[in-house]
């Protein structure tokens, strides 16, 4: 065996060998292509042709054999060629044919040929087109997605119609893989024919609702290049991906995040205090007094953010620990470019770890920090010591670190600071040496109280063995001794000694400038230097010649007794210099100083010319003004405009009408959302604050009437607004069910939120238009998603309006009017539940197969499970409208009343979502308010009974400020019991026990089925399994759309298209055991029905009977 | 062929509204150069350059009298979109370029020139700027295992996502072959070529999971490259991956293993900086969990920590529930199958930072004589009571030393004389009998001497301690009936420790 195997490994050693030496030879031909590319710098065609001649004829004969292992191995040839980047374009026809090869390698490796020569050899792959349009018909979403790939990346023109019509119907499959592949494919359109711009918008659009997390990164990257100005296109969706993005892979969160921070640029207003512009030393005072410029700014500010704003903030924050150091810089500069000035600290902690990183992402962070750290000393101070240079930095790392170092220096760190630069101006790296000197010049002029201490260290530098060292000091010292115009004479007497071992030029020229604008204060040894110069002026540098020159013109205005021969001596050499620089300024200079009969006008002047003082020299940095870039950019990095950079726009002075995100449902993902109890907020201190005009230009279309309740819907929500919302909304969900349809009263409702639904003129597309919320909740049905937050948030407010205003204003509101609210109030949630059903399957034709499986995938599982069942439903899209969950309306439940919670109060509803975090589990949300004056901390889930009770818990809420609610979702496994789950609800004082009981129809979910299978489930549980009863409906309840309405209300169940008119069937699973609850309704006369069900869970099906038999008796 | 649509495309614009549109087109040159003329008024006309390697050069002539005066005009073109990556070439230490591969359109190597003229200014590779400007495109290069990856970028992108990506590159080729390095890319060429094709689409990062990579192209093993020649099999997986349509990508689906198993490396590494007298300048601990699981099915594992408050910052992989390590300080994740790292972490700077080891040293140049002295000593200082392996001394040599005499006691020493790189590899540092290197430098007749003593990187290993004192607790595994077997190991190593001199 082992000789088997060893004998068997020498030969594939032999094989490997044999390879290689081929390989040898094709780089060695390889080699004298390249040279003869260098000769000749333009190649041209025939030489590589001409030098692969054998070998491409050989491959051409192994690529039309019939075995698949010599194409293969040919192929793999081709691609070598391909990769060394030489040419193999004649074997296209030979390579083309096997397109449709049924090997899978040898097709991928043809694709990759196909991709790099179609441009060149159109005609020709056209032959292909054929082979990817029939693959993008396979039932294999792998497939379509690859033909789809490489069909979108073979750029020939004439193709575009075809790529536009599959991209399209990529973009509607049922695979997010195949539409994410169309995502990208739009790109590729676009950048070969922008003429289609408007029809790719549109996929655009379709695809940026797409709730698949695998989708959304490529489709912003699409939009991003197709059309980032249509930031309308956005709006609704921006909830959604904010809520989505810790989900998306890597690469699509970079591109999310950058596009969400132009967005929100334009979006909301500045949560930076105003006239605290960057300013120095504001900023410091902040970093003093954290806590009392907090106060501050609370106080002074009327400033509320946007919980729009404030949940990007939110949900890019735990990205911050992302590895992909991209993320992580993407998040910095969000927070950066977006969050308010106290909050941007938290960025730090991290950015520094990315120092941990390659060479190459230490260099983008430091440059990214260097721009930080102008504005805000403070972020970066506490981590000073990672900014430490080591000897084995490469060079752009030590200047940038030592930038940083200079730019964090003050009082307080300076002496650590110069002590760390004494070492680095011992560095063997001498221009990193260099640069040390100029930064201490630059700590120098910075802060006043070393800039003796700095100059002292500076002139030592100057006995320096090295040039370029003392070189770098007398520059700097020259500039700092223009800063300083006290009394300097020793230092130049000292530099002057040193003039002559100096021979850097930039050195020399310093120093005599430095003689020339102080002379007076060297009177002795001024004369001499020049003296010396005239000596050695014909070999010296030009700008040498030039600062000689003017330090002759000087001395020979202070002290032309001693000077007057020299100056003349020196203006004769310059008159006749080679340079024409130093001859006009010789020229000029003798003009000026020397008088005589024709130059006397500026003579008399000459003086104050030359010798005026000078303003000192700012020493800043380089990266002083790069702030105008985005961080994280290309452009900044470069600090030029880059290609296509994107300006970020500066904030708006009135923020955008808010409520065009309104549409948009929130995910039941997240933990935390703000809506309910904030999005209320900010609108209501809208009302106070000044910006009252935009709200008089929504309202101006709304009745009279409206004004009244608007004005007290402000007040209402000034005290904890959020409360008394929730309480109307739950009550007016119970009223609901036994509530007629009052038209009067949905039209009034409806003019009552006209600012939301102003951008919604889809609605035209429902029937029952007159309803004009709904239409606004469309976008939410067709996605499969709750309307939880949204019925809340929208009916709310109406609700809330009107009971407020009978209270408070019942002085100027007659009662008839008032009546006429609370009946708005009781009719709208049914008007909303009932075309919520229309709507969704008015979309569901619209948007054809895709939405099927919907539900599924806002949960982000994009199994491959749910994929196949999504196939074979297909193609009876007739009967897939059942799939769509049924929504009815939200029942709350009070779960801690604020009184016995100390002013916690926890409020409870069923999401009727699948629960992310188990299957098994019951997902319920939790909207936590906090109606107490001060803010609660660490709110979280205790202990719990029984002990084996499966609760996925929320996360710890850190603090919940008063009037603050969050809603949070938690999953609870019942295991199929209605008995309560008990556990306790903390804050970090108290615990208050609380209990959950759901009601039966709560531990089901929808299931999707079709008549017949309905039947044949229901044939499979008879006798014992079925449970039944007569009952007596209400009159108001016998239309089939009633009855759906009822039942879904009671439970949670799907309902299934029925051919008989009289026969109603809904069905179901339990959650934890998934066992099948079919409810068939068979409708009788005279208002009686039979109710059957069938399941296994017989305790179940008689609580469910008496539940039914209940809603439906109720009118 | 293409040239011509390009250009056609660019015909259709104008300079401003009330330009005449193009008149006259003249095209010259072979297919590298084109240039025709545009005539914008009887005076004026425009010549358009079309580039080998960018897209487009214009210049406007203007006749105003005898002269034809040129001047480049500014003229809005509009923007072709581009994707993130167009090419990406791999390029040696002697600068010849040995794979390349283009995403869209090819760009031509002669932008690679752009490249090697700042190279060669930069001397040291490693001080090449990562990011580079030319005239129509941007460079962005990373430098890894004597390796360059140069990508071309025509417009703005974050650069650090660029970045990020190439290393991902490195990473992979590493990952499936063991080493990142010319021989290897150049013998697995089809491999990395299709690795390339999937992770990259249009310049979009498309798969970069190596769990999912693994799927579609499996990494050669010696067993099935024989078995490949022999029956012409295929590197290729038949089976389509999963991993990339689930909600865990990093997860390869339908996982097996006889022996289940997962062990954890807790390695730390301490960054330090010491001054001349010994006293600490800065120190910090940095800290990686590397994990190697082979655990059937889906596991579901919870790790946590005895004293978790330790740990200051913290990222993790993408399987890592983030808020479950908000909320209890564990971490709860899905692993992918094979190596991976877990997390990274530094340690809270407010504990201090215990220095495993002490150096004495002396290294004098004298003023007269073309000598030197070097002394070293090293003990060991604070070790948690386990032993430091693997010591090693790497010292930087200013240019002027041409050589060195030296005695180790224990170990041995190399100078290399092209490098100036003095390198004393000790091995076990034994407390009893302290290891020292002493002997004479000779430097360069007349030159001038060093002005500064060169710093002391030094190397080191303690095995079996974690020096923050970070402890795994347990490890716990839901989702699967098995018992696995479970291992942490420590590792305490030398990051970046310096000893300034």
Request: with cysteine; glycine share 4%; net charge neutral.
């Amino acid at each position: 065996m082992d000789v088997g195997f060893s004998s068997l490994r020498s030969e594939a050693v032999g094989a490997m060998r044999t390879a290689l030496v081929s390989a040898e030879n094709l780089q060695l031909t390889l080699k004298t292509e390249l040279s003869q590319e260098e000769q000749a710098l333009t190649h041209t065609k025939s030489s590589p042709k001409e030098t692969h001649k054998t070998g491409n004829e050989d491959l051409k004969e192994m690529l039309e054999s019939n075995k698949d292992s010599l194409k293969l191995e040919a192929m793999k040839r081709v691609v070598g060629l391909i990769a060394k980047g030489k040419n193999a374009s004649e074997l296209f026809p030979a390579v083309v044919k096997n397109v449709a090869s049924k090997n899978i390698e040898l097709k991928k490796l043809v694709y990759v040929y196909l991709v790099r020569y179609a441009e060149e050899q159109q005609d020709l792959a056209l032959l292909s087109i054929s082979t990817f349009q029939r693959a993008l018909k396979d039932p294999n979403q792998f497939i379509r997605g690859s033909a789809l790939r490489v069909l979108s990346s073979i750029r020939v023109p004439i193709i575009v119609p075809i790529m536009m019509l599959a991209i399209k119907e990529a973009a509607a499959d049922l695979s997010p893989y195949v539409r994410k592949t169309s995502a990208h494919a739009i790109q590729k359109l676009y950048s070969m024919d922008p003429d289609q711009k408007e029809q790719l918008i549109e996929v655009i659009e379709k695809l940026l609702k797409d709730k698949s997390t695998l989708v959304a990164g490529s489709v912003v990257m699409a939009f991003e290049e197709v059309c980032p100005d249509r930031i309308d296109l956005i709006h609704k969706n921006y909830r959604k991906l904010c809520n989505l993005l810790v989900d998306v892979e890597e690469w699509g969160q970079v591109v999310i995040i950058s596009m969400l921070t132009r967005y929100a640029r334009t979006q909301f207003t500045s949560p930076w205090k105003e006239g605290a512009m960057f300013d120095e030393n504001n900023e410091k005072a902040f970093y003093d007094s954290d806590s009392e410029e907090k106060k501050d700014q609370t106080e002074a500010q009327p400033y509320i953010m946007d919980p729009d704003h404030r949940l990007l903030l939110r949900n890019t924050k735990p990205l911050l620990q992302s590895r992909n150091t991209a993320v992580v810089m993407s998040v910095a500069q969000l927070y950066w470019h977006l969050a308010p000035k106290h909050e941007v600290n938290i960025v730090t902690k991290s950015l520094v770890r990315l120092l941990r990183s390659h060479r190459e992402v230490q260099y983008i962070v430091l440059q990214n920090i260097a721009t930080m750290s102008i504005q805000r000393k403070g972020m970066f101070e506490p981590f000073m010591k990672s900014f430490y240079v080591r000897s084995t930095d490469a060079t752009h790392i030590k200047t940038l670190k030592l930038e940083i170092l200079t730019n964090l220096a003050n009082e307080a760190n300076i002496s650590t600071i110069l002590r760390e630069f004494q070492t680095y101006v011992k560095s063997q790296d001498k221009a990193f040496a260099a640069a040390t000197i100029q930064a201490i010049g630059r700590c120098a002029t910075n802060i006043s109280e070393v800039t003796d201490t700095c100059l002292n260290g500076l002139v030592l530098l100057l006995s320096n063995r090295d040039e370029t060292v003392v070189a770098e000091s007398v520059v700097v010292i020259k500039k700092l001794l223009q800063t300083q115009p006290t009394q300097h004479s020793e230092i130049i007497k000292h530099m002057a000694k040193l003039f002559d071992n100096i021979t850097v030029s930039m050195a020399r020229a310093s120093i005599l400038w430095l003689m020339g604008e102080y002379c007076e204060r060297v009177p002795k040894i001024a004369p001499d230097v020049l003296r010396k110069m005239a000596k050695t002026f014909t070999a010296e540098e030009d700008i040498v010649k030039l600062q000689t020159v003017n330090l002759a013109a000087k001395l020979y205005l202070t002290n032309s007794k001693q000077t007057k021969l020299l100056t003349q001596y020196i203006l004769n050499l310059g008159k006749y210099d080679q340079s024409y620089d130093i001859r006009d300024r010789t020229r000029f200079i003798r003009q000026l100083i020397v008088p005589n009969e024709k130059s006397g006008a500026l003579n008399k002047y000459a003086r104050r010319i030359l010798l005026a003082p000078k303003p000192a020299p700012v020493l800043e940095s380089a990266f002083k003004d790069r702030d105008r870039y985005q961080l994280g950019t290309l452009s900044h990095s470069l600090n030029t405009k880059a290609a296509g950079y994107l300006e970020l726009s500066d904030w708006p002075a009135v923020a955008p009408d808010q409520s065009v995100r309104n549409v948009e449902v929130i995910e039941p993902v997240q933990e935390w959302a703000p809506l309910v109890g904030k999005t209320k907020k900010p609108k209501s201190d809208k009302f106070y604050s000044d910006d009252e005009e935009e709200k008089e230009e929504e309202r101006s279309k709304s009745s009279g009437s409206e004004d009244s309740s608007s004005s007290s819907s402000s007040s209402s929500s000034d005290e904890s607004g959020s409360e008394s919302e929730e309480e109307s909304s739950e009550e007016s969900d119970k009223t609901s069910s036994d509530s007629g349809k009052s038209s009067s009263g949905s039209e009034k409702s409806s003019s009552e939120s006209e600012p939301e639904q102003k951008k919604k003129k889809k609605m035209t597309k429902a029937p029952q238009k007159k309803s004009k919320p709904t239409a606004a909740f469309s976008d939410s049905d067709e996605n499969g998603n709750g309307p939880v937050a949204q019925a809340s948030s929208s009916s709310a407010e109406s609700s809330s309006d009107s009971e407020t205003d009978s209270e408070d204003d019942s002085d100027s509101d007659s009662h008839a009017t008032q009546q006429k609210k609370k009946r708005d109030v009781k009719s709208k949630p049914k008007v909303e539940v009932k075309s919520k059903v229309e709507v969704s399957l008015l979309d569901l034709d619209d948007f054809s197969p895709a939405p099927t499986n919907a539900p599924k995938s806002l949960v982000v599982s994009s199994s491959l499970l749910s994929d196949l069942e999504g196939l074979s439903l297909s193609n009876i899209s007739s009967t897939m409208q059942v799939t769509t969950p049924s929504f009815g309306p939200v029942k709350t439940y009070e779960l801690l009343h604020h009184m016995t919670g100390k002013g916690l109060s926890a409020k409870y509803h069923f999401s009727r979502q699948p629960c992310l975090y188990q299957p098994s589990m019951v997902a319920v949300q939790v909207i936590l308010t906090n109606s107490s004056d001060h803010s609660l901390e660490e709110i979280h889930i205790g202990d719990r009974s029984p002990a084996s009770l499966n609760i996925h818990c929320f996360n710890t809420i850190e603090r919940l400020e008063p009037e603050a609610s969050v809603t949070v979702s938690m999953g609870i496994d019942f295991s199929d019991s209605t008995q309560a789950a008990n556990f306790q609800l903390c804050t970090k004082e108290d615990q208050f026990s609380v209990s959950i009981q759901p009601a039966v129809g709560e531990l089901l979910m929808p299931s999707t089925m079709t008549e017949q299978d309905f039947s044949k489930e229901q044939g499979k549980l008879l006798g014992m399994n079925e449970t039944s009863a007569t009952i007596t409906m209400a009159t108001a309840n016998t239309s089939s759309q009633a009855i759906s309405k009822q039942v879904l209300c009671a439970a949670n169940v799907g309902v299934v298209s029925s051919s008989a008119n009289n026969f109603h069937r809904f069905a179901g699973r339990t959650v934890s055991s998934r066992a099948l609850v079919l409810v068939s309704l068979e409708l009788k006369e005279s208002s009686t029905a039979l109710l059957t069900i069938n399941t296994e869970k017989s305790v179940m099906a008689s609580m469910l009977l008496r539940d039914l038999k209940q809603a439906l008796a109720q009118a | 062929m293409i040239l011509q649509q390009q250009i056609s495309v660019e015909l259709n614009m104008r300079n401003s509204p009330s330009d005449p549109p193009c008149q006259s087109a003249l095209f010259k040159g072979g297919h590298q150069n084109i240039t025709f003329h545009q005539h914008v008024n009887p005076s004026q006309f425009i010549v358009w350059e079309l580039l080998q390697d960018g897209p487009i050069c214009r210049r406007l002539f203007s006749n105003s009298g005898n002269f034809w005066h040129t001047g480049t005009i500014s003229c809005n073109i509009p923007e072709l979109a581009a994707e993130m990556i167009h090419s990406l070439f791999l390029i040696n230490h002697s600068g010849d370029i040995f794979l390349e591969k283009h995403w869209k359109s090819v760009i031509s190597r002669s932008v690679c020139d752009y490249f090697f003229e700042a190279k060669e200014k930069a001397v040291d590779p490693e001080n090449v700027s990562p990011v580079l400007q030319t005239p129509h495109h941007y460079l962005i290069t990373i430098y890894r295992d004597k390796l360059f990856f140069l990508s071309v970028i025509q417009t703005e992108v974050p650069p650090l996502f660029v970045i990020e990506f190439l290393h991902r590159v490195a990473d992979t080729i590493q990952d499936y072959f063991g080493e990142c390095s010319e021989s290897v890319i150049m013998d697995n060429v089809v491999t990395v070529y299709e690795l390339l094709e999937e992770m990259l689409d249009n310049g979009f990062p498309l798969a970069t999971e190596s769990n999912v990579l693994k799927e579609m192209i499996r990494p050669p093993t010696i067993l099935r490259s024989v078995v490949n020649t022999l029956t012409g099999g295929s590197n290729v997986g038949d089976t389509l991956p999963t991993g990339q349509l689930s909600n865990i990508p990093w997860r390869r689906a339908g996982v097996k293993y006889t022996n289940n198993e997962a062990y954890f490396d807790v390695i730390e590494e301490i960054d330090a900086i010491l001054d001349k007298s010994g006293s600490t300048v800065f120190a910090e601990i940095q800290g990686v969990i590397e994990a190697c699981v082979r655990l059937t099915g889906m596991p579901d594992l919870t790790l946590s920590f005895m004293n978790p408050r330790l740990l200051d910052d913290v990222s993790f992989h993408p399987c890592v529930r983030f808020k479950r390590w908000e909320s209890e300080r564990v971490l709860s994740f899905i692993p992918p199958d094979g190596n991976f790292t877990l997390m990274n972490y530094h340690v809270s700077s407010q504990n201090l930072v215990a220095i495993p080891v002490y150096v004495k040293q002396s290294i004098t140049f004298f003023e007269m004589g073309p000598c030197g002295r070097l002394d070293i000593t090293i003990g060991p200082k604070q070790t948690m009571g386990k032993t430091v392996e693997a010591l090693m001394v790497t010292i930087h040599m200013p240019k002027a030393v041409l050589s060195a005499n030296l005695t180790p006691t224990q170990g041995n020493y190399t100078y290399d004389l092209a490098t100036k790189v003095l390198v004393w590899d000790i091995g076990k540092l034994n407390p009893q009998k302290l290891p020292n290197l002493r002997g004479s430098l000779s430097l360069q007749a007349g030159a001038p001497k060093p002005e500064d003593n060169p710093s002391l990187n030094i190397d080191l290993k303690i095995q079996q301690v974690a020096i923050s004192g970070l402890k795994v607790s347990r490890l716990d595994m839901y989702g699967e009936k098995y018992k696995p077997f479970k291992g942490v190991k420590y590792l305490t190593k030398a990051g970046k420790f310096q000893v300034r001199t």
